[in-house]
C-alpha cells in the first residue's frame, strides 16, 4: 500500500515537471498559420450549430414532420454525437496523436455534413447528424487542448480569443 502511494506520487511528480516544462517556452512553438487551421475547426463547429437552426424550418417543411420532432432530431441527435465524440475521439487522442485525431474530426464532420445535405428521409438524417456531432464535439475538444498544450501562459488567453475569431468569422 505505502509502495503504491510513492509510486502515485512519483507520478504526479513527473506530470508536474511536463507541464512546468512546458510553460517556461516563451513563444507559440508551432507555425503562425496553425492558428488559422484550429480556427478553420471552430469555423465548421460554429458554422453547424447555427447553420442547423436555420435549417429547422426547412428540415420539418421537407420531411413532413412537426417542429419539435425535427428539433429533437437535429439538435438532441447532434448533441449526444458531441458528447460521445469528445469522450471518445479526445481519449484515443493520447495514444494515437493530436494531429490524427483532428484529421479524423475533420473528416467526421465533412462526412456528417455531407450527409445531413443528402438525407432523404428521417432515419438517414439522424444517423448523419449523430456523425456531424461525433466529429464537432472532439473539435472542440482537441482544439481547447491544442491551445493549452502549445500556447505559452503569457498568451495563452490572447491565442485562444484569435482561434475563437477565427471560427467566428
Given at each position: 500500500?505505502?509502495?503504491?502511494?510513492?509510486?502515485?506520487?512519483?507520478?504526479?511528480?513527473?506530470?508536474?515537471?511536463?507541464?512546468?516544462?512546458?510553460?517556461?517556452?516563451?513563444?507559440?512553438?508551432?507555425?503562425?498559420?496553425?492558428?488559422?487551421?484550429?480556427?478553420l475547426?471552430?469555423?465548421?463547429?460554429?458554422?453547424?450549430?447555427?447553420?442547423?437552426?436555420?435549417?429547422m424550418?426547412?428540415?420539418?417543411?421537407?420531411?413532413?414532420?412537426?417542429?419539435?420532432?425535427?428539433?429533437?432530431?437535429?439538435?438532441?441527435?447532434?448533441?449526444?454525437?458531441?458528447?460521445?465524440?469528445?469522450?471518445?475521439?479526445?481519449?484515443t487522442?493520447?495514444?494515437?496523436?493530436?494531429?490524427?485525431?483532428?484529421?479524423?474530426?475533420?473528416?467526421?464532420?465533412?462526412?456528417?455534413?455531407?450527409?445531413?445535405?443528402?438525407?432523404?428521409?428521417?432515419?438517414?438524417?439522424?444517423?448523419?447528424?449523430?456523425?456531424?456531432?461525433?466529429?464537432?464535439?472532439?473539435?472542440?475538444?482537441?482544439?481547447?487542448?491544442?491551445?493549452?498544450?502549445?500556447?505559452?501562459?503569457?498568451?495563452?488567453?490572447?491565442?485562444?480569443?484569435?482561434t475563437?475569431?477565427?471560427?467566428?468569422?
Amino acid at each position: 500500500m505505502i509502495c503504491n502511494l510513492f509510486k502515485a506520487n512519483d507520478e504526479r511528480n513527473e506530470v508536474n515537471e511536463i507541464i512546468a516544462r512546458a510553460n517556461r517556452i516563451p513563444v507559440w512553438s508551432l507555425p503562425t498559420a496553425f492558428l488559422a487551421i484550429i480556427g478553420l475547426g471552430y469555423f465548421f463547429t460554429f458554422y453547424d450549430i447555427s447553420d442547423i437552426g436555420l435549417a429547422m424550418p426547412a428540415i420539418a417543411s421537407q420531411f413532413h414532420i412537426g417542429a419539435s420532432t425535427s428539433l429533437f432530431i437535429a439538435l438532441s441527435v447532434g448533441l449526444i454525437g458531441y458528447g460521445i465524440g469528445s469522450y471518445i475521439i479526445g481519449s484515443t487522442a493520447d495514444v494515437f496523436g493530436r494531429y490524427r485525431s483532428m484529421i479524423l474530426t475533420m473528416a467526421l464532420t465533412a462526412l456528417g455534413s455531407f450527409g445531413d445535405a443528402i438525407s432523404v428521409n428521417v432515419p438517414e438524417l439522424t444517423i448523419f447528424r449523430f456523425i456531424t456531432g461525433l466529429g464537432l464535439g472532439a473539435d472542440l475538444n482537441l482544439v481547447s487542448t491544442y491551445i493549452s498544450e502549445f500556447a505559452p501562459p503569457s498568451v495563452r488567453g490572447k491565442i485562444t480569443v484569435y482561434t475563437f475569431l477565427v471560427g467566428i468569422l
